[in-house]
């Protein structure tokens, strides 16, 4: 039995461009009332979703911003109606999308709270008999009485998120409330949610938080573009949807990169202008180019280009060089950054003890990182050759970027590998 | 529509602690509170009561006390001209609900007519006392036009301001030629000048078309004058006001739909 299904629903937005100005006077005048009303622009919103939410379940919907997730919730809600296709939801539903949206300022909490039960289809009796219970769950028995333009604003969505769970819905609709309010209040929604669930009634919760879907979900879709782009198995989904997100990261990345290598190029190859200050991070490429490298790539495990890397993930940076005339004087080096131009880690050819003795024609080297330990965020890379007294021949700053992507919610910059022990006294639930 | 009509009964609850917040908020934080229903139109009666006893006397026979008479138009017309002024806004003042809530849109322009009529009532505890006092109001069966009266406002008042809450969402201009309009048909109804002298019975026609002007002759002749001749043309507006009411949710129903993304 499925409580909400949606079956090739598109959502057709009109855009009335140069409506602006439009006014009724002229409207009239020109007998183009009809016209005006008329879409000038169309912006499909959702194009020929369908999914089904079985009775009981929890359904995540998750996607980029603007991917059509809160579209679909209204239509859900029945606050819009789709352009094309049919949208079903059986029993009462309570949409959790602006809490106390409906509140007056001007009045108080308690008045608040009846109209707001009204208005989501509870009769006076059915707020009276639930009011204790929506008051204390809001933990706000001792300001009820004041008008509620004296909340803070956690104070007002608790009230809304209080009245619009206790109207006991059959479906309930959460559109990434539990941003707002603070953890004790994020937990009580989660167990009310979990209740609810208990209960046999039915979720669909738009969110940003892959962690939560994951956690509460048997189901979700994830949307792009307001295409579906796949659903069923949350872990699958989020899955599917956090690997086309590090595409996009790598497509900017690369791009990136390409343009600050780019202008770095076209500059004039003067002769060993290096900056003042060396610790400074500032982008730039500098030398005397009688040895070039002539590019660098960042390779994943399979032997890749690659700009995002997961913590722990192997990576080898890949340097191919030129030498105008060969020498025996040459030191190869990297340095990384993070991205606040902290030194992560730097090392060369030089202080590892390797020596030279002869580079000619052209050449690769490579620097391989078994385990990439780093914590979440973006980093920079400096790729050098220059003598051993330090005579640059070609040096790129900081004109490489990656990503590097983490589950896990550690600070810092190293992550060492670990492990934690605990004697018998000290347990954790399992996970 | 008739399906969607037949929600706005059901909707009655709604609508009720609608208009109870909205009186009740009106007056929150001021001193005289709720008071202010009363003092407002008591304030008005005697601004009147100066300038067309002092400043402008009006002497006319059989029109004594002016201010009152006056009152007798000015008070419904206060109802008439607040309602729609605050239903042309409604929508996009009550935006929020409409985006975000699954809530009857139409609650939304009755709720400002109903609240209006409960100032006017409540007014009425001011110029009835009046009346009586000057023996202008007689105790007879033709105060029972009086609820019919209120009645027809009721459904005429209504029925604009549906059409007028779904247009002002796709044209607000129209909240600021309402104003102007209002002021004007304020002039062009017989309220503050009586429709019994000559110079407005040479243009008897064209007052016959302002249908404000056949509420505001019932009033002054139920509350004022005594005998109720004019329950023809008062009925006649009443089948009219039916008829706009209908028309004006049918095309409130047709643009329901827009409402949502055009708030």
């Given amino acids: ?431 | 529509m008739f399906a969607n009509l037949r929600n706005l009964i059901r909707y009655r609850g709604l609508i009720q602690s609608l208009v109870a917040r909205e009186l009740k908020a009106r007056y929150r934080g001021s001193v005289l509170g709720f008071f202010w229903s009363f003092v407002n139109p008591l304030l008005v009666l005697l601004v009147y009561s100066f300038v067309f006893t002092f400043v402008m006397p009006n002497k006319s026979e059989g029109l004594q006390p002016y201010a009152l008479f006056m009152f007798c138009g000015i008070l419904p017309w206060t109802w008439f001209s607040a309602s729609l002024s605050e239903a042309a806004g409604s929508l996009i003042s009550g935006g929020n609900l409409i985006k975000k809530v699954l809530f009857p849109a139409e609650v939304l322009p009755m709720v400002a007519v109903l609240a209006n009529m409960v100032n006017f009532l409540l007014g009425l505890l001011i110029l009835i006392p009046g009346l009586i006092y000057y023996h202008r109001l007689q105790m007879t069966p033709a105060l029972l036009w009086f609820p019919v009266t209120v009645l027809v406002q009721l459904v005429f008042s209504a029925g604009l301001a549906l059409v007028l809450a779904s247009l002002t969402v796709h044209f607000r201009d129209i909240r600021d030629l309402l104003a102007n309009i209002l002021m004007l048909w304020f002039f062009a109804t017989p309220i503050i000048y009586s429709w019994r002298q000559e110079n407005v019975q040479r243009f008897k026609t064209l007052f016959d078309l302002n249908p404000f002007t056949h509420l505001a002759i019932a009033y002054q002749e139920i509350l004022f004058f005594g005998p109720v001749g004019h329950w023809k043309w008062l009925l006649a507006l009443g089948a009219g006001s039916v008829l706009l009411f209908l028309a004006g949710y049918w095309l409130f129903d047709r643009l329901r739909d827009s409402f949502a993304e055009a708030v």
């Fill in chain 1, 1 to 431: 039995m499925n409580a909400i299904e949606l079956m090739n629903v598109s959502k057709v937005y009109r855009r009335y461009s140069g409506r602006h100005f439009a006014t009724l006077k002229s409207a009239l005048l020109q007998r183009s009332v009809l016209r005006d009303l008329q879409p000038s622009e169309t912006f499909p919103a959702l194009t020929d979703v369908s999914f089904r939410v079985p009775k009981g379940s929890a359904f995540g919907v998750i996607g980029r911003n603007g991917s059509g997730k809160s579209t679909a919730l209204k239509l859900v809600a029945g606050i819009t109606k789709p352009t094309s296709g049919a949208v079903r939801v059986e029993g009462r539903v309570s949409a959790l999308i602006e809490l106390g949206a409906g509140f007056h300022p001007e009045i108080s909490g308690r008045e608040n709270v009846f109209i707001n039960g009204i208005m989501l289809g509870l009769s006076k009796r059915e707020v009276q008999d639930r009011f204790d219970e929506i008051v204390d769950f809001a933990e706000l028995r001792e300001f009820i009485d004041a008008p509620v333009k004296t909340y803070s604003s956690g104070m007002y969505v608790r009230l809304g998120f209080a009245v619009a769970i206790h109207v006991k819905p059959d479906v309930l609709l959460v559109d990434e409330v539990l941003a707002v309010g603070d953890e004790g209040f994020t937990h009580k929604c989660l167990d009310k949610f979990s209740e609810f669930r208990r209960r046999g009634k039915t979720i669909l919760l738009v969110t940003h938080s892959l962690q939560l879907v994951e956690t509460l979900c048997d189901e979700a879709v994830w949307l792009d573009g307001g295409r579906v782009q796949t659903n069923g198995d949350p872990k699958r989904v989020t899955g599917a949807y956090l690997t086309a997100v590090e595409q996009g990261e790598q497509t900017l990345m690369a791009e990136t990169t390409a343009k600050a290598v780019e202008a770095e190029a076209k500059a004039v190859p003067a002769a060993a202008d290096e900056p003042a200050d060396m610790f400074k991070s500032t982008e730039g490429r500098w030398g005397s180019r009688e040895v070039e490298i002539s590019e660098v790539a960042l390779l994943d495990r399979k032997g890749e280009a690659s700009f995002v890397f997961h913590s722990g993930d192997p990576m080898t940076v890949r340097i191919k060089v030129r030498a105008h005339h060969p020498t025996d004087d040459f030191v190869f080096g990297i340095g990384l950054f993070n991205a606040d131009g902290v030194c992560c880690y730097g090392t060369n050819t030089y202080v590892e003890e390797m020596k030279p003795e002869r580079l000619s024609g052209d050449g690769e080297a490579r620097f391989a990182v078994d385990s990439l330990d780093l914590v979440e965020g973006t980093y920079k890379l400096d790729v050098a050759v220059h003598k051993k007294d330090g005579f640059p021949y070609d040096y790129h700053r900081l004109l490489y970027t990656f990503r590097v992507k983490s589950r896990q919610r550690d600070v810092g910059i190293y992550r060492p590998h670990h492990r934690w022990t605990f004697s018998s006294g000290i347990q954790f639930k399992a996970s």
